[in-house]
């Protein structure tokens, strides 16, 4: 009897060193994760400013000399996204000027709840930074405001390019907008601490899971154009800070859940109710707004084309002409007029 206390000691004893050195690891990553959300913050805060307008603050970020281009994020996002979007323009001559739409970062949600309002505040900081006209490109959830902005403010907008455009509003499961999937698959910025270590130990798993995001592709599809964006600089530059500009979440949270209840009624675009040359890029396997939704929407603009992209998904521009599709959007942007890119067509079939 007396020769098992030593061996219950023994396993008392062990438990114990278990959770002291449990608990200190989760000690350690609760200090790394602390330093990262703090440096974070303090780098976003550092690359952008604020401007107070009628309609409340607004964050912006302006980079570089050149024709201007506006950049309107996506969900979640905010200027950081818009930037990411913006490099390739900027390489190709363009100044860049970068929003938070409101919800997002630094601009209150209060400074404009709908698309309509959201056009408007941007109109005004527009003003403020003294751009008569501009190129604009709206990224998806950002779309609806970009098409409003186009609508209702149409001497600013000189031409406008859609990257996987809301056409349609959103129907289906409480949980919509690709904003709100990641909001809720990521589960806080913890999660988004431990997907920036993801993206540091397996950047290509990482691709691959984000070819998935509001896309039909197989796996295997979303694995291939992994791998080409492994192998391009700027790819992976580009995919990486996507990656990036949606991290952390808690700033972006209330942006987040308004654009997921405001893309369940989005605003009718009436028949040639926009006069800018617009053009929008579709992915073949794009689930959240199919290619006949983009025709339709396409169809109510007065001078509208379409780049189909064969073996993509939403996130856009993506695969081997990755450099050629950035030519052709800030080609477009410059000069609508000399565009090579064809009209759509007025069935809904695909056009090559």
């Not at 281009?69 to 860049?96: C, W």
């Not at 129907?171 to 920036?196: E, N, R, V």
């Not at 073949?284 to 939704?293: R, T």
């Not at 929407?297 to 084309?305: E, G, V």
Request: charged share 20%; with cysteine; net charge positive.
């Amino acid at each position: 009897m007396h020769s098992r206390h030593p061996r219950r000691k023994r396993s008392g004893f062990q438990l114990i060193i278990t959770w002291v050195v449990i608990s200190l690891l989760l000690l350690g990553a609760a200090g790394f994760f602390t330093q990262w959300k703090k440096m974070r913050l303090a780098n976003l805060e550092a690359g952008s400013g604020l401007m107070l307008l009628p309609q409340g603050e607004m964050e912006f970020a302006d980079r570089g000399t050149g024709p201007a281009a506006l950049v309107i994020h996506g969900s979640p996002g905010g200027y950081d996204q818009g930037l990411a979007y913006g490099k390739e323009l900027a390489k190709r001559g363009f100044r860049i000027i970068s929003i938070s739409r409101p919800g997002y970062l630094r601009t209150p949600l209060l400074t404009g709840l709908t698309a309509e309002d959201q056009a408007d505040a941007i109109d005004a900081l527009l003003q403020g930074l003294k751009v008569r006209r501009c190129a604009v490109l709206g990224v998806s959830e950002g779309s609806p405001c970009a098409l409003q902005l186009a609508v209702r403010h149409p001497e600013k907008v000189g031409s406008l390019v859609l990257l996987s455009p809301i056409a349609e509003s959103l129907k289906g499961p409480p949980i919509a907008s690709i904003g709100y999937q990641l909001f809720h698959d990521l589960t806080g910025d913890f999660g988004c601490w431990l997907l920036m270590l993801h993206l540091k130990i397996n950047p290509s798993q990482v691709f691959a899971e984000m070819m998935k995001i509001g896309s039909s592709l197989k796996p295997s599809g979303c694995d291939a154009l992994a791998s080409k964006a492994m192998l391009s600089p700027d790819q992976r530059s580009f995919l990486s800070e996507l990656v990036r500009s949606i991290t952390p979440l808690l700033p972006r949270e209330p942006g987040i859940l308004n654009d997921n209840a405001q893309l369940k009624d989005i605003p009718f675009i009436a028949k040639d109710s926009i006069r800018a040359p617009t053009l929008l890029l579709v992915g073949e396997h794009n689930s959240c707004s199919p290619y006949p939704a983009q025709i339709r929407l396409a169809s109510q603009i007065t001078d509208s084309r379409i780049l189909f992209i064969e073996q993509a998904g939403h996130i856009l521009p993506i695969g081997s002409k990755y450099a050629q599709h950035w030519d052709s959007i800030a080609n477009f942007m410059k000069s609508p007029s000399l565009s090579s890119i064809p009209r759509p067509p007025v069935s809904t079939e695909k056009s090559k």
